[in-house]
């Protein structure tokens, strides 16, 4: 079966630096996405991987490995404001999307 | 630049009670386009999807259905409600060529 693996809550401190992975296993691969969503409100476009290594888009940066089927999403600098669910999904060889359950990310002061 | 309209964003609907859902995209042709539901704190679960008009595709069976009257219009549709069907209904587009999704406000569907 196709499945996505992400935790399910973790919490960090404003300013500080977190780490949120993603493994999965699906049928065929052809590109990794990282989504943000306020609660309450519709999932946003964070990051796209389909090669191996990272990409960095400001403060927010996602790494790939195909070989070990695992992604990281980064997040440097954290404000108040990046406290939301952080959905990893996977297009799988039929170009379908695999959703994760998704990550709440708790910001405390 | 395209952008992805959907409406209402809340409805309170008695069980038994019909449902019709509108979605509509501007500024590309020929979208993918799909409809998936929210279950509170849950993960999305695709409904439906479609390549073009009149083309759908169910990955749930259950009491919803979905049509694509336009090539920029997904309908959500139901005639008898259930308690079930409460969540958050998410439409979304993509380009042709399988990118990124984009997704529309969302509806907020309470069954009583």
């Known amino acids: 079966g196709q499945n996505i693996d992400q935790p399910t809550e973790m919490t960090a401190t404003e300013g500080a630096i977190v780490q949120i992975n993603c493994t999965y296993q699906t049928s065929g691969f052809n590109g990794l996405f990282w989504y943000q969503q306020h609660a309450g409100e519709a999932p946003t476009f964070l990051s796209y991987?389909?090669l191996d290594g990272l990409e960095e888009k400001g403060r927010f940066s996602s790494f790939l490995s195909r070989s070990k089927g695992y992604s990281y999403l980064l997040l440097k600098e954290l404000q108040m404001k990046d406290s939301a669910s952080y959905l990893c999904?996977?297009?799988?060889?039929?170009?379908?999307?695999?959703w994760g359950a998704g990550t709440k990310l708790i910001i405390k002061p | 630049s395209q952008t992805i309209h959907q409406w209402p964003a809340t409805l309170v609907q008695p069980v038994g009670s019909p449902l019709s859902l509108e979605c509509t995209v501007e500024g590309t042709s020929n979208p993918n386009l799909y409809w998936y539901r929210q279950a509170a704190g849950r993960g999305l679960q695709l409904l439906f999807y479609s390549v073009g008009i009149g083309q759908i595709s169910s990955e749930v069976p259950q009491n919803l259905s979905a049509s694509r009257p336009q090539d920029r219009q997904f309908i959500l549709s139901s005639k008898k409600l259930l308690l079930s069907d409460s969540g958050f209904y998410l439409c979304a587009w993509s380009p042709p060529d399988p990118y990124e999704q984009y997704f529309g406000p969302g509806t907020r569907l309470t069954v009583t």
């Open positions: 991987n389909v």
């Open positions: 999904a996977v297009t799988d060889s039929n170009y379908q999307l695999i």
